[in-house]
Nanobody, 120 residues
Framework: QVQLEESGGGLVQAGGSLRLSCAAS?????????MGWFRQTPGKEREVVAT????????YYADSVKGRFTISRDNAKNTVYLQMNSLKPEDTAVYYC????????????WGQGTQVTVSS
């Protein structure tokens, strides 16, 4: 019922930058509690990269990306961004957008994933 549309992935050299975007749509009213970014590589568990709450904009970052990645939001567009700087080969993964949305219950939704590849 709610769709998350991701964009911004690609191939960059180590030290480069990318900006990911994710927009929530599909219902007339979408009451977001939080959005975030997760990533996954083959054979490994999906891990949280960064999250942001929609009320106060409180952020969380994985230790591996602190100081390099910045998560932000545009409340009017129901959109979350992930600015990725100083990219490393170990950042290579499929990045998934996630949204926690108020309804009769608090439901979570996932984007389709976008590939980020960092070459050395």
């Amino acid at each position: 019922q709610v769709q998350l549309e991701e964009s911004g992935g690609g191939l960059v050299q180590a030290g480069g930058s990318l900006r990911l975007s994710c927009a929530a749509s599909g219902r007339t009213f979408i009451n977001l509690r939080a959005m975030g970014w997760f990533r996954q590589t083959p054979g490994k568990e999906r891990e949280v990269v960064a999250t942001i709450t929609w009320s106060l904009g409180s952020t969380y970052y994985a230790d591996s990306v602190k100081g390099r990645f910045t998560i932000s939001r545009d409340n009017a567009k129901n959109t979350v961004y992930l600015q990725m700087n100083s990219l490393k080969p170990e950042d290579t993964a499929v990045y998934y957008c996630n949204a926690a949305i108020w309804g009769s219950n608090i439901n979570t939704y996932w984007g389709q994933g976008t590939q980020v590849t960092v070459s050395s």
